[in-house]
């Protein structure tokens, strides 16, 4: 342990809990609220759009490193379900604390988990008797740790983390038998674990499945795990439901697991040190010697903290309002959970989308749990201004996928094809990174991927049903669009034809852009055709996008503000707007920017503007395509105000890996990447006096805020170190480069700023 991890430790002992011996949160850390979005939101879109799983944020209380190959959360949910989370506040009976491969604030599922329980008295291995009433005044949690008072078996229990392994407590407060249950979380009747009680050791497996393409078929891999105890061992056993054996091994049967039993005396405390990997039970314990080589609880936790602190400081704001801290650091700490490191500390890693085969990275780190259809649109873009280096591990294991499995994934989680959502984001991602300069990879391998996902059609059918390709790309390359008649069988989310063929045109956009780069001019001709291809979906009569046939005629009748079948997760009025690349051209199309603010009202005129759905979350800084720039600047704020708040059921709807999340942090530094792959960010008004981004090459980037009073919210003049800026946009290039932006509000609109067209990004 280094000496600035110990002067940590010295410096923060005067803080610590005595009864459980956890260091508080301190710095901005005290700001993080682990909980906000494990109950249901409360938003008043999320009550109108929103039912079942989609009123939740699907977030967890997670401790880990950022973008940990595990996080280690409470469990009240028992299995890996999809659309379970592992923990819900609402829940009031704790069953353990679980290794957890959760997509954060997703509709997916859980898998190769593991889950520790403490238990004292007698023996029980079903978790409908051994769960332990809780309220959340018996909870600490903070991104680094989590404790918990366990009274039914008077037991304190607590976890802290790194990247790839964990270290738990366990003290007893009344002298007693205490056995720890392990079980691999297995919901298909699977799984592997041993018992090695001389040895003071528990390790196993936990086989990963599929979902979406491929459902139900094994994912190739497992989620290993390697444990070591630091008291020695009284009793062991294994354990399948109900069903007690002496057998140190046991596999392939519900409900399995392992039991280490011990005496306690009161207030005794032991530890429990646990490694994970994807490759094998091998790497999950060098995971755990390399990360963790000795049962220093405080020391890792505070390693861990020092860790949070030094990511979330990179972000420093200036308010007197605590309570949009409390939300922005929140943000912040969803923000950094996906994508999640998958190899070991030697750079092992399972293949992509292979069975049992493994590959070794020679540097950087290799990732998966990509939600792209979610976090190409901000959350993504915001790590290219704050790490370029991670972004640039982040696009090189899009494209190792893409050369190991054929093709670039459309959706790529659990290290397997996918095809959920729609698009082709894997190539906005890439194309992005290039384009701004952040990049080691081979640009002409991933051009040829992106390329061949554009163009081409697998071989064999066997292919294409496994997930490689564009959904019905034969039907967009004939017709310009996607045609009701095409239902896209082999697809999770069927049919959503105008969705899919809005989203496809931005994809080659994207691809035109890194084409022209390139002088591939053949090439960008015919993807910046494509990119216009919403405008065969669109409908002038009606002014929505519309579903078609394949003769061109509109589908009828037409409900603008239903919930239709070719649209994904929306309606026609809000998907309308998805055309990031082009929306002077969008507004063109309804007549001119006058037309498209009448559009834009509509939205919110009706109460369609859902956010907690991602297509929409461009649509508030359209206005500044229009003669209206200031009302880009109330509705940023509404949203800020009335869709986020500090409590747990603050997110309205999925966070979706980190995207809700996303939006908050960049709608309230005042700047926005409606077109992320153009390296421009629409300006609104900050909610804070002044924000300071340390930036990866040492410079400073500074949003200062003038206004002259509380209620003060719209633009009315800009300046870029000094100069009045002539745009109501700035520049990826100005950003990194380090500089102060500085924005001056007022409490009523100003009519004039912003509204030029020569102000104003350009379209295709």
């Known amino acids: 342990m280094n000496r600035i991890i110990w002067c940590l430790i010295l410096m923060t002992s005067g803080t610590a809990n005595a009864q459980t011996n956890l260091m508080q949160p301190s710095g901005v850390l005290k700001y993080v609220q682990p909980m906000a979005g494990t109950a249901a939101a409360t938003t008043v879109a999320a009550l109108k759009h929103g039912e079942g799983f989609a009123l939740y944020a699907n977030t967890i209380p997670a401790v880990g490193t950022p973008f940990a190959m595990t996080q280690w959360t409470p469990q009240t949910q028992t299995s890996e379900n999809k659309c379970v989370p592992p923990y819900y506040y609402k829940d009031n009976h704790f069953n353990g604390i679980r290794g957890s491969h959760w997509l954060s604030g997703s509709c997916t599922q859980d898998y190769g988990s593991v889950t520790v329980m403490p238990i004292t008295g007698s023996l029980k291995t079903v978790s409908t008797v051994y769960a332990a009433e809780f309220s959340h005044g018996d909870e600490d949690s903070s991104p680094y740790q989590y404790a918990i008072d366990i009274k039914k078996y008077q037991l304190k229990a607590a976890v802290t983390s790194t990247a790839r392994s964990a270290i738990m407590s366990f003290t007893a407060q009344k002298a007693d038998s205490v056995y720890l249950l392990i079980t691999p979380n297995s919901d298909f009747g699977e799984g592997f674990v041993k018992i090695d009680a ?41 354990f399948s439901g109900d069903k007690v054996f002496s057998a140190n091994t046991i596999g392939k049967q519900k409900g399995i697991g392992a039991f280490a039993g011990f005496k306690l005396g009161k207030g005794e405390t032991f530890h429990l040190r646990i490694g994970t990997s994807f490759s094998s039970i091998e790497g999950a314990r060098r995971n755990l010697e390399s990360e963790i080589p000795d049962w220093n609880f405080a020391a890792v936790a505070a390693q861990n903290q020092a860790v949070w602190e030094k990511a979330l400081s990179q972000i420093d704001i200036t308010t007197t309002v605590e309570k949009d801290k409390n939300i922005f650091y929140t943000s912040f700490y969803h923000a950094m959970q996906q994508p999640r490191l998958y190899n070991d500390i030697d750079g092992t890693y399972p293949r992509f989308a292979s069975k049992d085969l493994l590959a070794r990275l020679d540097s950087g780190n290799y990732y998966d749990d990509f939600s792209l259809w979610d976090t190409y649109r901000a959350h993504l873009p915001l790590f290219e201004l704050l790490n370029p280096e991670l972004v640039n591990n982040f696009a090189q294991s899009l494209i190792l996928k893409g050369q190991q499995g054929g093709w670039l994934s459309i959706f790529p989680c659990w290290n397997s094809y996918t095809s959920e959502m729609i698009g082709d984001h894997c190539t906005s991602v890439i194309a992005s990174a290039y384009l701004k300069g952040i990049s080691t ?32 790309l034969d039907s967009y390359l004939k017709y310009g669009y996607i045609p009701v008649e095409d239902s896209v069988p082999d697809a999770f989310h069927v049919k959503e034809q105008v969705s899919r063929t809005m989203e496809y045109a931005y994809d080659d956009y994207a691809l035109a852009m890194v084409a022209k780069k390139l002088g591939k001019t053949t090439d960008y001709k015919k993807l910046i055709e494509r990119s216009g291809y919403y405008k065969n979906v669109f409908d002038r009569k009606t002014g929505f996008v519309r579903g078609r046939h394949e003769d061109g005629s509109w589908l009828s009748p037409f409900n603008p503000d239903g919930k239709e079948y070719f649209i994904t997760e929306g309606s026609p009025r809000q998907y309308t707007f998805y055309v990031p690349q082009d929306v002077p051209g969008l507004a063109r199309l309804m007549g001119g920017p006058k037309g498209l603010e009448k559009a834009l009202d509509s939205v919110f005129a009706k109460n369609e503007y859902w956010h907690g ?26 949203i800020l105000a009335v869709e986020y708040s500090d409590g747990p059921g603050g997110l309205s709807g999925n966070d979706d890996a980190g995207q809700m999340s996303a939006w908050y942090m960049f709608g309230a530094l005042g700047f926005y990447p409606l077109n992320p792959v153009s390296g421009q960010y629409l300006l609104c008004s900050p909610i804070f006096d002044q924000s300071v981004i340390q930036l990866a090459g040492g410079q400073k980037f500074e949003v200062v805020t003038h206004k002259n009073n509380a209620k003060s919210q719209y633009i009315t003049q800009v300046k870029w170190n000094g100069k009045v800026l002539k745009t109501n946009y700035i520049t990826y290039d100005m950003i990194v480069k380090g500089g102060k932006l500085e924005i001056y509000l007022q409490e009523q609109p100003d009519l004039l700023w912003g509204i030029k067209t020569m102000m104003q990004p350009e379209g295709i």
């Open 441 to 472: 990879f081979d640009v002409n391998e991933a051009y040829r991927l992106m390329r061949q996902n554009a163009f081409d059609i697998p071989a064999t059918r066997e292919a294409y049903v496994e997930g490689k390709g564009r959904r019905a």
């Open 198 to 238: 001389t040895r003071g050791e528990i390790y196993g497996y936990n086989p990963v499945h599929r979902i979406y393409q491929g459902w139900g078929k094994e994912a190739g891999f497992s989620g290993y795990f390697f444990i070591k105890i630091e008291k020695a061992v009284g009793t062991s056993g294994t």
């Open 613 to 638: 759905n991602e297509p929409g979350h461009q649509i508030p800084f359209m206005y500044n395509f229009t003669g209206s720039a200031w009302k880009t600047q109330r509705a940023v704020r509404n």
